[in-house]
């Protein structure tokens, strides 16, 4: 990884944050809520700037990672004015429940307009290559046990020609516990040919190797790129749910990645160029609005699950009672945070 690729991996993160914050200031300016803070970071002020006309004070800190809103009377332990008609708990609920859910809907949007413009520009697709090249063989299968290994090309099979993997699975899906010989190319010479018995899998043949794939980039129609930008982070946002209950099932912190782990990803896709940074930063963006939704304590969707308490009994949480759980579960995050941090610095 280069310098550039990672100060690109801080930059883009930090940007993600930003906008899910931007997201709170923006719904909160809308209800007319006083906005004392918006900070790019943590530690100490470099610089700041505050109009003579407006609360709040925007400033970056000499730690430019994440951002956050400091809206007057959202925190719980603050004394609350009732006169006063530009604090959190005095505005509807309806406009509560849009400013803390914009931050979230802030990073969707954001991942949306991603995936329409990289549909438009060229939507990347994993193709396998013609002709065939041997990506993977699985341990113990016939490919395996017979010496084919991985960037072989596979130039016949049973007599026939194969220029691509749907020529490879044509010609010995038939051909399951009946011997068969294929011709092999290794780095430009071709070797004596290897007779293999496919064994049966799913009622066809197979010899346990995969394709190569290339990564090419195909424009979509406007419809298409507009569908996938409204499908696209949906289906993200179902896989990510899916591998979140495993986590839970399983107690486990395994598949978790904490700022370095998702800088070092996001360098090494930086590094690869500026299709796959985008799309990395699209899987961000819909996993930082998810995870902000999760019904947790400390996390939007947790201040979400109170205000829908609100809604239904009619009445409003105990103050000290919330601040308490928001506090915990605030606690238990930075506690987890540290973890998965520890463990990626270590890894």
Not at 105 to 124: E, K, Q, R
Not at 319 to 332: K, P, S
Request: aromatic share 8%.
């Amino acid at each position: 990884m280069s310098p550039v690729d990672i100060l690109l991996a801080i930059l883009g993160i930090s940007v993600l944050v930003i906008i899910h914050e931007g997201g709170h200031y923006f719904a909160a300016r809308l209800f007319g809520m006083r906005v004392l803070r918006f900070s790019i970071g943590f530690g100490p002020k470099l610089f700041h700037y505050q109009s003579k006309t407006s609360h709040t004070v925007f400033q970056v800190c000499a730690i430019p990672f994440l951002a956050y809103v400091q809206i007057a009377g959202m925190n719980p332990h603050e004394d609350v004015d009732p006169q006063d008609p530009e604090l959190f708990p005095n505005k509807s609920w309806l406009a509560r429940a849009t400013t803390i859910f914009a931050g979230p809907f802030a990073n969707y949007l954001t991942a949306s307009i991603l995936v329409f413009g990289l549909a438009l520009h060229g939507w990347p697709e994993d193709r396998p290559t013609s002709p065939m090249v041997v990506q993977q063989v699985n341990e113990g299968s016939p490919a395996a046990k017979a010496g084919i290994r991985s960037g072989d090309l596979i130039l016949e099979a049973n007599g026939q020609k194969v220029k691509s993997v749907d020529d490879l699975i044509r010609i010995t899906a038939p051909r399951a516990g009946k011997p068969t010989e294929y011709r092999i190319e290794r780095q430009g010479r071709a070797l004596e040919p290897i007779t293999l018995t496919p064994m049966r899998h799913d009622s066809r043949g197979v010899i346990g190797v995969s394709a190569k794939l290339e990564r090419r980039y195909k424009p979509l129609p406007l419809g298409e790129a507009a569908s996938a930008a409204v499908l696209f982070p949906y289906r993200i946002t179902s896989a990510q749910l899916v591998g979140l209950a495993d986590l839970v099932k399983r107690r486990s912190t395994e598949g978790l990645t904490g700022p370095v782990g998702m800088g070092k990803i996001v360098a090494e896709q930086a590094g690869k160029g500026p299709a796959e940074y985008i799309a990395i930063l699209v899987l961000l963006s819909v996993a930082l609005g998810m995870f902000n939704l999760l019904p947790f304590p400390a996390l939007d969707g947790g201040r979400l699950t109170f205000l829908a308490y609100e809604l239904i009994t009619r009445r409003r949480p105990n103050e000290r009672f919330e601040a308490v759980v928001h506090t915990v579960g605030l606690l238990f995050l930075i506690g987890v945070l540290v973890l998965v941090t520890f463990r990626d610095v270590m890894g």
